[in-house]
């Protein structure tokens, strides 16, 4: 069964430095996104991405966030200087179409540690 | 803004059921759903339920809407222990999705 995957699993950092979350979505899916979850807390959705851009984005993802689908098969999330804050477990999601019942295939997450 | 809550913890004896209990405020969502995340694992979807529905039956899934009140709740009959997991209610908004906490089950022999 396709499935999306996430790499890496566990990433710890030092506060300031730049990382970057790779997420492979399911082949034929065209959409694309990142949730988050800090422990503890509910999974909270970041940016949506259709068509090679940013299709809806929360207040979280502020401009030291990213994406990006550098070659057709990745879809990245980079944070340019993490704080301490931004230790969580950020899920990729992607899905075949968008709305209600467009069901999105989550990834198995990846942690990130800022120290 | 919207908001979606759920109980922390449930646990239950293997062979009963288990019921997850959700609240949430946005009443313009037309689906609510069910996740699944087992450890280690991604969120899975388990069920959804269009909201002009008041009930939804898949097997030994049980999905009761009472849109009056915005309360959802997913009955699990004959709870094994392979359903030890988080469970969590989400809303749709627009191409998102508002999640809640989860609630963590845990079924004992």
């Known amino acids: 069964e396709p499935e999306v995957t996430q790499t890496p699993s566990h990433q710890v950092t030092q506060m300031g430095q730049e990382v970057i979350l790779r997420c492979v979505p399911i082949?034929?899916?065209?959409?694309f996104y990142w949730y988050r979850q800090i422990l503890g807390q509910k999974v909270e959705f970041l940016v949506s991405f259709y068509n090679n851009e940013i299709s809806e984005k929360s207040e979280i993802f502020d401009d030291q966030f990213s994406v990006e689908r550098p070659d057709g098969s990745n879809f990245t999330l980079k944070i340019r200087s993490t704080k301490l804050e931004d230790s969580a477990m950020y899920f990729c999601?992607?899905?075949?179409?968008?709305?209600?019942?467009?069901?999105?295939?989550f990834g198995e997450g990846s942690r990130l540690t800022v120290l | 803004g919207e908001d979606v809550e759920q109980s922390l913890f449930l646990s239950v004896r293997e062979g009963d059921s288990s019921v997850i209990n959700c609240t949430y405020t946005?009443?313009?969502?037309?689906?609510l759903y069910w996740y699944k995340q087992e450890p280690g694992a991604g969120l899975q979807l388990l069920t959804y339920?269009?909201?002009?529905?008041d009930m939804k039956q898949d097997q030994r899934l049980t999905v009761l809407l009472n849109k009056k009140d915005k309360h959802l709740s997913l009955r699990i009959a004959d709870t094994q222990t392979g359903d030890s997991a988080i469970y969590f209610c989400?809303?749709?908004?627009?191409?998102?999705?508002?999640f809640g906490t989860g609630t963590r089950l845990q079924v004992f022999p």
């Open positions: 989400a809303e749709s908004n627009t191409d998102k999705l508002i």
């Open positions: 999601a992607s899905s075949e179409w968008v709305g209600d019942t467009g069901e999105l295939f």
């Open positions: 339920i269009f909201s002009n529905m």
């Open positions: 082949s034929n899916h065209l959409y």
């Open positions: 946005d009443s313009s969502s037309t689906y």
